[in-house]
């Protein structure tokens, strides 16, 4: 089956941002990351990255959406940031739309995924980052289906630079 987990180290938030991007090249349409780490393990530094990597255009400023649970950006394919955090009970999901968007062929990147009811999502890239200190964290990646396993092949075969 080939590579189903990497981890990797990233040592400054440039670094971080840089794997986000190199991920979102790789993206294929309907990809869904879920992200999970403490408060500042850089989800979010994760998902400016990524916007990056599907031709988000640099106007749009890459923020949590604590508040307002979704925001979406225009690129090369539509990409909806989902943060659970202030999620209370599952039925919230149906009223911010997160049914619709994991049926779309837009890339969806959910922070804060742990909040996600078990086997909620079918098929995923899990992303966990940990905090080693203040600059270095370690990104974890595990594949839950086949267009997981790809990404994480195709990351794996392209150099860093």
């Known amino acids: 089956m080939g590579n189903r987990q990497i981890q990797i180290i990233t040592n400054s938030l440039d670094e971080t941002r840089f794997l986000g991007k190199k991920t979102g090249k790789n993206l294929d349409p309907g990809t869904v990351l879920s992200l999970t780490g403490d408060l500042g393990s850089g989800k979010t530094t994760f998902v400016q990255g990524l916007a990056r990597g599907l031709d988000v255009p640099d106007n749009y400023y890459i923020t949590s959406p604590t508040y307002t649970l979704i925001n979406e950006y225009p690129g090369r394919y539509h990409l909806f940031h ?62 839950h289906g086949l267009r997981g396993e790809n990404l994480i092949k195709r990351i794996m075969e392209k150099k860093w630079d």
């Open 82 to 143: 989902v943060d659970l955090y202030r999620i209370e009970n599952h039925a919230d999901f149906d009223d911010i739309g997160l049914y619709e968007i994991l049926r779309s062929d837009g890339i969806t990147a959910i922070e804060w995924a742990d909040k996600l009811p078990q086997d909620f999502l079918q098929e995923y890239l899990a992303i966990h980052i940990d905090i080693f200190n203040d600059e270095s964290r370690k990104i974890s990646m595990a594949a």
